[in-house]
């Protein structure tokens, strides 16, 4: 018996299933992630942001670049909550 195979949709359409695609271009990570472009550039100006890379004069961000640095957000928001409780 042969197994459907999972579906990838985006954000924008109706499912709790998204998948990371195996790279961004800066349009499609800044609506996938809910970020504007001028947040983006500042967080790299800032030395924050995903990791990325350069195709000719196209910026690049993998998928897994983009998990790294959700992760990392997670794990300051975490620290940030541990933080405010031991204070309160």
Known sequence: MLEKPIQAVGPDQES??????????????????????SALYNDWARGEGPDYYKEGTSIRI?????????????????????KAAQAA
């Open 16 to 37: 709790s299933l998204f998948v990371d695609p195996l790279v961004y271009d800066i349009p499609t990570y800044c609506r996938v992630h809910k970020k504007s472009r």
């Open 62 to 82: 993998t998928g897994e670049a983009a998990r790294r640095h959700r992760a990392k957000l997670e794990e300051r928001a975490r620290a940030e909550r541990e």
